[in-house]
């Protein structure tokens, strides 16, 4: 099934030098041979919002069907540094963006990692300083990254003038931004006011996080502007809880909050959900919570909506994190494919493949040749059976693998075979801009 071309038939594909070489209705010879019969033959999934890229995640993406998998929206502040993490092999094809959030943590002197834990979030820029960060943007480009992320929730002493400036800077090289909104639907018309006024490609991450109650109206206001010419793109995930730092900005107000909203959140590293007394606690400690703030009603809202591209927010670090890296595309071709009907398996496909693609391709050309079946493609390619492909993982059991996802192929090397992990098997590549 190859979306780009609608080809759904019976085919055989012949595989040389880790790219397709032939397909045909013709029996084909090879030194390995699949029986993909009963089985379904799709692109290898593309997941454009991928956190912790590291082998844990890895090994259960790749069983969910996994074959390229990014991290866009925080990004890094380090490009080369990042790519050279993983230089000695990784399971999937990986790639970052140049972060806005990690520039600034890094220019203002936070204290935090991964996300803003006070002065990368909280304190305005001055000249100098919004100087530092759009040449912290400007050299993670050059040096391969394959956008811009932002994300305006974590830091909310940018002023709309710095997200602006920072967006000119996709607008005037062609890469994609990558943003978690803030502020609800006038976040989301700040982001579209932007990109009218620079003509910057953007993609929304995590709309159904972001939109929340509002996801539908989110989803009217995406497609308005992508019909007025705006280049806007968005995504979901098949969860009713998102995942996020508790020292975050996004917590900066807990204590007005009523006792019910505190007790929609729960500490990733012992499943307990959190109180008016262990909030202030934790987030001394810093650490994970999963925020269980949303219905199947919003799920559904951006799901269902074609022009929504499926993608994890996974995250995933010492055997802890969300259910999201190990089960996003398992559970879209069970519950909303198979069981729901919600929309058919080539629809599925083209948002899991080919639209994560083609967001990328105009900045990043080694993905056209990625999301598709086709003569000249590489051999990143996802093998499964639709009557009993089921995602395992829970909000308990995080690190459950998916079953049904029968064989992955990346870059023509079988790492998962017969619904198993092959181990030591790395083909992974790095994925880069055109520009390094």
Do not use: C
């Not at 609608?6 to 390995?32: C, F, P, V, Y």
């Amino acid at each position: 099934m190859d979306p780009e071309s609608a080809l759904d038939a019976i085919r055989n594909i012949g595989i040389t030098d880790g790219q397709i070489s032939i397909i045909s209705e013709d029996k084909l010879e090879g030194h390995k041979v699949i029986d993909a019969k009963g089985l379904v033959v799709s692109p290898g999934f593309i997941d454009l919002h991928a956190h912790g890229q590291n082998e844990e995640s890895y090994s259960l993406m790749v069983q969910d069907g996994v074959t390229t998998a990014f991290e866009l929206e925080v990004g890094t502040w380090n490009v080369p540094g990042w790519y050279d993490e993983r230089k000695d092999g990784q399971i999937i094809n990986y790639g970052v963006s140049a972060g806005h959030i990690q520039v600034r943590m890094k220019a203002m002197g936070d204290s935090g990692d991964f996300l803003p834990a006070d002065l990368g979030g909280s304190t305005p820029t001055s000249k100098e300083k919004l100087a530092e960060i759009k040449a912290g943007i400007r050299e993670g480009l050059h040096q391969g990254a394959v956008g811009i992320g932002f994300g305006l929730a974590y830091t909310p002493a940018a002023t709309f003038e710095e997200f602006e400036t920072i967006l000119q800077i996709g607008a005037d090289t062609g890469a994609p931004s990558f943003i978690h909104l803030r502020g609800g639907l006038e976040g989301l018309q700040e982001a579209i006011e932007a990109v009218r006024k620079t003509s910057a490609p953007l993609h929304i991450v995590h709309v159904n996080s972001s939109g929340g109650s509002q996801t539908a109206v989110f989803m009217k206001e995406i497609a308005g502007a992508r019909d007025s010419g705006l280049d806007i793109t968005t995504e979901a995930y098949p969860y009713e809880a998102g995942m996020t730092s508790l020292e975050s900005a996004l917590f900066d107000e807990w204590a007005s909050w009523s006792d019910e909203k505190i007790g929609q959140l729960q500490w990733v590293e012992t499943g307990e959900f959190l109180t008016r007394k262990t909030l202030p606690v934790f987030r001394e400690q810093r650490g994970e919570v999963i925020v269980h703030d949303r219905t199947e009603e919003m799920t559904l809202a951006a799901i269902k909506n074609p022009i929504t591209i499926i993608a994890s927010d996974g995250f995933f670090a010492n055997g802890k994190g969300h259910p999201r890296t190990s089960g996003t595309y398992s559970k879209i071709l069970r519950k909303y494919v198979r069981e729901k009907q919600q929309f058919p398996l080539m629809e599925a496909l083209r948002r899991m493949t080919f639209e994560p693609a083609r967001r990328l391709e105009s900045y990043v050309p080694a993905m056209t040749k990625k999301g598709r079946i086709q003569e000249g493609s590489d051999a990143d390619l996802t093998i499964f059976d639709p009557l009993t492909v089921t995602d395992n993982a829970t909000y308990l059991e995080p690190g459950l693998p998916s079953e049904g996802i029968k064989f992955v192929i990346i870059n023509g090397v079988i790492v998962v075979e017969d619904d198993k992990l092959i181990p030591d098997r790395r083909p992974g590549k790095p994925v880069r801009n055109r520009i390094q």
